[in-house]
Every structure is written in C-alpha cells, then in structure tokens.
C-alpha cells in the first residue's frame, strides 16, 4: 500500500485539462499503487476509463480503476450520479478477474441514484424541436443531476428506509409520466417492477455504503494518501465549460472537495492531463479543430472512438489558450502529456498558441459563449515533426530532439510543467520526469 511512502501528506486529484478522454484511467491505474484511496468524485457511467492490463482490457464507467490494485480502496464518491444496474454488472466483471470488490469498494450513501425514467426523459429533451442537441450518451445523467437540484433526487441512503422510499419513488414516476405525456413519449415503463429491481439491488451493496466523506477525513486524518480522480475534463465543467456543450456536474478540481466531502486544505497537488493534441466527443465549439486528412490521420492513429460509444472523436492539435484557461481554473502543478506516440508520423505538428477574437491576438481569454468561442481565429505555430518512433521510450533524454522541443513549447507557453508524458497505451509506457514537481508529490 502507499502510505508507507515517503511523503504520506501527498493527497493529489487527477483531472482532465480538455474536453475528457485525455487518458486519465491509464494515469490513474499507474499511479494508484503509490496511493491508499483513489476516490471518484462526479459524473456517471458514462465516462469510460478503458485500462489495458497486459492482455487484458477493462472498461470502468462508475467504479475508479484504482480497484485494479490489490489492497486500494475505490471510492464513489456523493458527486457521483449511480446507476444501481451499470454498478452491479461493472462488480460482477471485476469479480469474475479475480478482484475482492466486497473489501475494495466504498459507495456513498449521499450519492444520487440514475433510474430507467431518467433516460426516458433525457431522451425527450434531446430529441425537441427547437432545442439544442447536445449530443449526450442518453444514459439518464443530466435528468438525474436536474432531479438533485430540484431536490426531489432519491440518495443511496433513501433506498434503504422502506417507509420513505415508497413515497419518495411513487412521486418522482408522477412526475416522470406527467412528462412524457406532455411530451407524447409512450414509453411504458413497468414502474412497480423497477422498483422490486432496485431494492434488490440495495440489498446487494448495503455492506458497501459507507459515509464516504467521514471514511475519507478520517483516513487522510490517520495519514492514508488518496488520490481524487475527476471524469470528463475541465472544458466539459457546468460552470467553467464551454456550456451548454457541458456535462451536468462540476468536472473541475473545485468539484473534489464538494464532491467527495473532504477541505479544499485537504489537496495537495493538482495534476491536469492533456492529450499531446485534443480530442471532442458531440457538439460544441472546438478552436483548434482539424477537418482535413490530418484530423483523420490522428483519429486513425489515435483509435480515436469512444470507449463506451464508439463514437468517432473530433479531432485537433493542442490548444495553448485554452491549457491556460483550465490551468488557472484549476491550478494545475503539473501536467501529463499523453499519447504523444500518436504524432510520431507528422512532418510538422501545429500548435494553437494564440487566439484571434475581433482581430486581436489573446492568448489568455476565453469567451464565456459558444458564438464567442466560434469566433475564434486559431493562431498557429508549426514545429517540426520528430518521424521517429517514441512508443515505450520512457526515458526523456531518450526521446527524438524535435519530440522535446515540442514539450519544451508546451511548458513554456502554457507555464506549467509538463511533469510526464506518456508514449503508449500500457503501464509501462510512461516516463516521470525526476525533479518534476509531479515526481515530488508522487
């Protein structure tokens, strides 16, 4: 386990710096041996963290791929929306390689709980004349975020008191077929049957929930380290991203803290992970978006398709403004760079390092709208591509001269280090800088 490390104090959230897919999972699995904890603090299963184990690949969309290591505890955290059905299969799947789930899983009780209605009415809402479609997974998420904001949700702990379940669930269904009439959705649901699954369902994690947030204080009290780990990035955040082409939870760093219920004093390090080019998944606005044979060469390279849906990735280079704008809304201390092996064909890679809004040059604005993002002009600078082959280098002095100057442009034009990079999709596949500040809090 990692407390026997020497900087017991290191409590560290892990979170994307763009628009999700970055490879957190790949950096949370390396890095979870070195911690006791890795927590989860928002989003659904709708967010895939695909990790390759030798032969093995693992799909985890609720559970943190830190339960892959014997002896780390995965936490789901309050922020989490759950959807009891996805939960148990991705548990019998981990069960079935082996994995002791019952010991290596706390979920919390104040966690809101995703039901079949839900995606019922995310469907309606994305399938109405006149609205803008976001280009969701339909798996309920947002509905169910709207219902705990509405405080009218149903919590984890909701489903085990029998005489206020009843009530709660019968009200929230009203609800639900008011409107999917008023919409002229005729999805019939079998309400009463729903709610026999969900109870049983109960009764099969009830030993697993826990006051997560008193489990984790106590366990960083008693000098346990826990890394948090953020789904989805920053540009995806409800409030900080390019809304409404957002998630329905707070995907930033600040969403750690309410999130898990733990003191922002608590955190010890921010670590933002970037693609070494960027990646968009549905609609919204995309600055430095590649829609040539570029763009299709790196999706190509890249296998860039959803890891749930399948769906194709858009594709662009690495954003400068908009690594400034999520660091500073995050306050990263370092940055991972992944798949920077993906790049290894190019004769020459762009990179956006300003943008152009009414004919002025920024390189620190972000506009709040999406018309004012899509007006932005893309400034680039073209570097020399390295056409040598970086996959498995996992020493930094190893690496092609151009391959590091590229690194070098990022850290200086973003002005954070770029403590690691990753240079394929295994374990090993990875270099730590040594002195990194990363290195320090790992």
Same mark, same amino acid.
């Given at each position: 386990?990692?407390?026997?490390?020497?900087?017991?104090?290191?409590?560290?959230?892990?979170?994307?710096?763009?628009?999700?897919?970055?490879?957190?999972?790949?950096?949370?699995?390396?890095?979870?041996?070195?911690?006791?904890?890795?927590?989860?603090?928002?989003?659904?299963?709708?967010?895939?963290?695909?990790?390759?184990?030798?032969?093995?690949?693992?799909?985890?969309?609720?559970?943190?791929?830190?339960?892959?290591?014997?002896?780390?505890?995965?936490?789901?955290?309050?922020?989490?929306?759950?959807?009891?059905?996805?939960?148990?299969?991705?548990?019998?799947?981990?069960?079935?390689?082996?994995?002791?789930?019952?010991?290596?899983?706390?979920?919390?009780?104040?966690?809101?709980?995703?039901?079949?209605?839900?995606?019922?009415?995310?469907?309606?809402?994305?399938?109405?004349? $006149?609205?803008?479609?976001?280009? *969701?997974?339909?798996? !309920? /998420?947002?509905?169910?975020?709207?219902?705990? #904001?509405? +405080?009218? =949700?149903?919590?984890?702990?909701?489903?085990?008191?029998?005489?206020?379940?009843?009530?709660?669930?019968?009200?929230?269904?009203?609800?639900?077929?008011?409107?999917?009439?008023?919409?002229?959705?005729?999805?019939?649901?079998?309400?009463?049957?729903?709610?026999?699954?969900?109870?049983?369902?109960?009764?099969?994690?009830?030993?697993?929930?826990?006051?997560?947030?008193?489990?984790?204080?106590?366990?960083?009290?008693?000098?346990?380290?826990?890394?948090?780990?953020?789904?989805?990035?920053?540009?995806?955040?409800?409030?900080?991203?390019?809304?409404?082409?957002?998630?329905?939870?707070?995907?930033?760093?600040?969403?750690?803290?309410? $999130?898990?219920?733990?003191?922002? *004093?608590?955190?010890? !390090? /921010?670590?933002?992970?970037?693609?070494?080019? #960027?990646? +968009?998944? =549905?609609?919204?606005?995309?600055?430095?978006?590649?829609?040539?044979?570029?763009?299709?060469?790196?999706?190509?390279?890249?296998?860039?398709?959803?890891?749930?849906?399948?769906?194709?990735?858009?594709?662009?280079?690495?954003?400068?403004?908009?690594?400034?704008?999520?660091?500073?809304?995050?306050?990263?201390?370092?940055?991972?760079?992944?798949?920077?092996?993906?790049?290894?064909?190019?004769?020459?890679?762009?990179?956006?390092?300003?943008?152009?809004?009414?004919?002025?040059?920024?390189?620190?604005?972000?506009?709040?709208?999406?018309?004012?993002?899509?007006?932005i002009e893309p400034v680039y600078e073209r570097l020399p591509g390295w056409k040598t082959e970086t996959r498995g280098v *996992?020493?930094?002095?190893?690496?092609?001269?151009?391959?590091?100057?590229? #690194?070098?442009?990022?850290?200086?034009?973003?002005?954070?280090?770029?403590?690691c990079v990753s240079t394929g999709p295994e374990r090993n596949e990875t270099l730590v800088r040594p002195g990194s500040k990363?290195?320090?809090?790992?």
């Amino acid at each position: 386990m990692g407390s026997n490390h020497n900087n017991s104090m290191s409590n560290i959230i892990v979170l994307g710096a763009q628009w999700g897919d970055e490879g957190k999972g790949k950096i949370v699995d390396l890095f979870s041996d070195r911690f006791d904890i890795v927590a989860r603090y928002q989003g659904g299963h709708n967010a895939g963290h695909t990790v390759y184990i030798g032969p093995t690949k693992y799909v985890l969309k609720l559970i943190p791929s830190g339960i892959l290591r014997k002896g780390v505890l995965a936490v789901i955290g309050n922020g989490v929306v759950i959807d009891l059905a996805a939960l148990v299969s991705e548990m019998d799947q981990l069960e079935a390689a082996g994995i002791d789930v019952a010991s290596q899983l706390a979920i919390s009780n104040r966690a809101h709980v995703i039901f079949p209605f839900h995606r019922m009415v995310e469907k309606m809402s994305e399938a109405r004349e $006149g609205r803008t479609s976001i280009g *969701t997974t339909s798996r !309920g /998420i947002g509905p169910c975020y709207e219902d705990k #904001i509405g +405080r009218r =949700g149903i919590r984890i702990a909701d489903l085990f008191e029998a005489d206020s379940f009843g009530p709660l669930y019968d009200t929230l269904c009203e609800d639900k077929q008011t409107l999917a009439k008023a919409f002229g959705i005729h999805e019939t649901l079998d309400y009463a049957e729903i709610r026999r699954q969900y109870e049983t369902i109960a009764e099969r994690i009830k030993p697993l929930v826990r006051d997560t947030s008193w489990l984790l204080n106590k366990s960083m009290r008693e000098g346990k380290r826990v890394l948090f780990e953020g789904a989805q990035g920053t540009m995806l955040d409800i409030d900080h991203g390019t809304y409404p082409f957002v998630t329905s939870s707070s995907a930033a760093a600040g969403g750690a803290c309410t $999130g898990a219920g733990v003191p922002p *004093t608590a955190i010890n !390090g /921010i670590i933002g992970v970037s693609k070494a080019y #960027i990646t +968009r998944v =549905g609609a919204g606005p995309f600055p430095s978006e590649s829609l040539d044979a570029m763009g299709d060469l790196i999706r190509k390279r890249g296998n860039e398709f959803g890891s749930v849906t399948g769906r194709p990735r858009r594709c662009g280079w690495f954003d400068v403004p908009l690594l400034k704008y999520t660091a500073a809304v995050n306050g990263f201390d370092s940055l991972i760079i992944t798949k920077l092996d993906v790049l290894d064909e190019l004769d020459e890679v762009p990179v956006c390092i300003g943008y152009k809004i009414n004919g002025k040059l920024t390189t620190d604005e972000m506009p709040a709208t999406n018309r004012g993002i899509e007006s932005i002009e893309p400034v680039y600078e073209r570097l020399p591509g390295w056409k040598t082959e970086t996959r498995g280098v *996992t020493d930094f002095d190893k690496l092609p001269d151009a391959a590091k100057r590229y #690194i070098d442009l990022l850290e200086a034009q973003t002005g954070v280090e770029v403590g690691c990079v990753s240079t394929g999709p295994e374990r090993n596949e990875t270099l730590v800088r040594p002195g990194s500040k990363l290195s320090k809090l790992l």
